[in-house]
């Protein structure tokens, strides 16, 4: 253990509406009244939730556990009530009764899929475009297909909730769900202060976030990796909508990466009539033997799809990328006891950019975060390649204020929105293929061709349950949160 020396940035202000907020000592801000069903603050832009329902799913022959159902019209009022005292404009549900499936007990029978799906059409066919639906458990399965139904299939925005905790009717609990809901229709929830984005403020800055999954040592043999792409639309950094791909299992770097970008370059130019004059890019994922693969594969795709996007004659954007690492084993403690929070860790803020870095990369560590209970783990951020030649303490303040920024929270988080956001996305991919990443490892021969085949069966069964991808109804928002 070594002594080095680091620093604690200041936290940008955080508003709301016309609000400022004022912070807590470990960085959190309060927006619902506590033991009341209203909001504190409203929206920086509320939504309108159009042409809504929901989906209360129960299990054939009667509920499991504490039934909720008494308390469901109550918790419903409340729900809607919250939402409305965030600024969002809240019909009535469509239909008032909403919607209902009931399930087998069993939660993996195919026989559900089917159920699940006609409950999914009879809100398609009412028109509706935000589906809240009420899970009896919290079985994976159920939530997978719920969520692959909605974002793939029908193109309905969907929330899930489990019935016993939506009954218990608390405040913070539906100003939670609030949050996604807003960001899911098109609103922004929080926005910092003047100056808190730096020259990102200016709108000609787009801020991308790239990150790649991949199974897990349970899944099929075959069983294909997912790479997701977020990027912003606006200077205010409150929406990310994404694209996301299937591709070769177990390969870091992102196939289709080119036309990913091309497509988040489109969705800029759509919304703001320009394209950026900045790109910059947070690649989650990657260790440190792939710093070079990065620069070598991916950061020439991003090249080529500029030129793709830009005119012939006109200047290409600026591009720097910045890795954001998350699996190591740097911890940082407080030499005076006086600098520490309350569980014992660094102050929210805290950078260290000399003493534990490279001596030939720029990089830092940074604990934007409170650690809630033990030893809290710094994100590492590398810097790779730095067209835009942004300065130190420039890229440190901005990745540092960005963390107040992640649309469904009020702590600031651990790692910057961007690679958060696609870390998410790719969490979200694995509903759309459960069923291929949870199967049983069905390859039992030693034989290559055999083997071969096997893989191929597998990853061909994953592009058919993957289908179009995501709805095109959905394409375009921040569908995944």
Excluded at 13 to 39: E, N, P
Excluded at 342 to 359: A, C, E, F, L, W
Aim: aromatic residues 10%; hydrophobic residues 40%; glycine residues 8%.
């Amino acid at each position: 253990m070594i002594a080095v020396p680091g620093r604690v940035l200041s936290p940008p202000s955080v508003m709301y509406h016309t609000k400022r907020l004022s912070l807590c000592a470990d960085g959190t801000w309060y927006i619902v009244q506590r033991d009341r069903f209203s909001a504190s603050v409203r929206f920086s832009a509320s939504a309108r939730l159009a042409k809504w329902s929901y989906l209360k799913i129960t299990y054939d022959g009667g509920p499991t556990g504490r039934p909720f159902d008494p308390q469901l019209p109550v918790a419903l009022a409340n729900f809607k009530n919250v939402l409305q005292s965030f600024g969002m404009i809240v019909p009535a549900p469509t239909p008032p009764g909403g919607f209902g499936v009931s399930l087998l007990r069993n939660p993996n029978d195919e026989v559900n899929a089917g159920r699940l799906s006609e409950g999914f059409e009879k809100a398609k066919e009412a028109e509706v475009r935000f589906l809240l639906v009420i899970l009896r458990d919290t079985n994976r399965m159920t939530y997978a297909r719920v969520k692959r139904l909605g974002d793939a299939v029908f193109g309905i925005h969907t929330i899930c909730v489990v019935g016993d905790s939506f009954v218990k009717n608390s405040p913070a609990y539906m100003a939670n769900v609030a949050l996604k809901a807003n960001l899911k229709m098109g609103g922004r929830n929080q926005e910092l202060g003047p100056g808190g984005l730096g020259f990102v403020g200016e709108g000609r800055t787009m801020i991308v976030g790239i990150d790649v999954t991949h199974p897990s040592p349970e899944s099929a043999e075959g069983a294909p990796s997912i790479a997701g792409v977020v990027a912003s639309v606006d200077a205010k950094l409150a929406h990310w909508p994404a694209s996301i791909r299937i591709q070769e299992g177990r390969k870091e770097m992102v196939d289709g990466l080119e036309d990913m970008v091309i497509e988040r370059l489109k969705l800029w130019r759509q919304k703001n009539n320009q394209l950026p004059v900045k790109v910059l890019v947070y690649r989650d994922g990657v260790s440190e033997g792939q710093y070079g693969t990065v620069l070598a594969e991916e950061l020439p795709c991003i090249k080529n799809a500029f030129k793709r996007i830009y005119p012939t004659n006109a200047p290409q954007p600026k591009l720097s990328i910045v890795v954001v690492g998350k699996r190591h084993h740097t911890r940082f403690y407080p030499v005076k006891e006086n600098e520490t929070d309350r569980t014992g860790n660094p102050s929210h803020g805290t950078i260290v950019d000399r003493g534990v870095t490279y001596d030939r990369k720029w990089d830092f560590f940074l604990q934007a975060h409170h650690s809630l209970k033990g030893t809290a783990r710094p994100a590492h951020y590398v810097v790779l390649f730095n067209e835009m030649g942004l300065g130190v303490d420039v890229l440190e303040q901005l990745t540092h204020n960005m963390c107040y920024l992640f649309g469904r929270s009020t702590v600031p988080v651990s790692i910057c929105p961007p690679a958060y956001y696609a870390d998410i996305l790719c969490e979200r991919g694995r509903c759309y293929i459960y069923e291929v990443y949870n199967a049983e490892r069905t390859v039992k021969t030693v034989d290559r061709d055999q083997i071969k085949i096997a893989k191929a069966e597998i990853f061909k069964k994953a592009m058919a349950g993957w289908g179009e991808g995501v709805h095109g109804n959905l394409k375009d928002t921040m569908f995944y949160l």
